[in-house]
């Protein structure tokens, strides 16, 4: 009778384990084809108000406008690289705040133009570097590229987009409306 009981209890635990790697296995499968299909700019676009960043985004050579055919989704940039679990969290964050502001804020009282000053809040050195991971490399052969990034190099303290201020979206400033400042 006790070798039925324990026979019962490991075909149990086993069972238990199985659920739980399938469980496991379809959450993760379900979070990874969630992530993919909300990072690129088909459903960033979905927002009204993301249309004009969308726009320029298309016309620039991070965005597919380039002999390569290569683009850039919206996460590349504007997530950090630094861990998984930073990128989701900073994913799940940075997309419930877009839906609150969507739903929630006057969008025309936003000023983008000034947004744009503080580009360094939006976009991560990790994301550039995950695709410019030889720009040390890549300077060293030329000596005005090199001199013009050596305090990076040196210091991270700046961010790539203070100097490369309108990397990922050409003429941003065109696209995007202009705040009416009404004088008293």
């Not at 379900?30 to 004009?52: L, Q, R």
């Not at 360094?120 to 005005?144: E, I, Q, W």
């Not at 203070?162 to 004088?183: D, F, Q």
């Amino acid at each position: 009778m006790k070798h039925g009981k324990e026979k019962l209890s490991k075909m149990a635990l086993f069972i238990i384990i199985l659920i739980g790697v399938g469980i496991g296995s379809i959450g993760s499968f379900t979070t990874a084809v969630m992530v993919e299909k909300t990072s690129g700019d088909n459903f960033c676009s979905v927002c009204h108000t993301m249309k004009p960043m969308t726009e320029s985004y298309l016309t620039d050579i991070h965005g597919g406008n380039n002999d390569k055919g290569l683009k850039v989704k919206c996460v590349e940039c504007h997530l950090p690289h630094h861990s998984l679990m930073g990128y989701l969290v900073e994913k799940a964050k940075t997309g419930t705040h877009d839906v609150w502001a969507e739903l929630t804020y006057d969008k025309s009282k936003i000023d983008w133009q000034e947004k744009r000053k503080r580009a360094k809040d939006f976009v991560y050195d990790s994301g550039c570097l995950h695709c410019h991971s030889n720009l040390k490399d890549a300077t060293m052969g030329n000596p005005k590229s090199f001199i013009a990034h050596k305090a990076y190099f040196l210091n991270k303290d700046k961010k790539c987009v203070e100097c490369h201020t309108h990397v990922g979206h050409h003429n941003l400033g065109n696209y995007i409306p202009k705040i009416e400042t009404k004088e008293k």
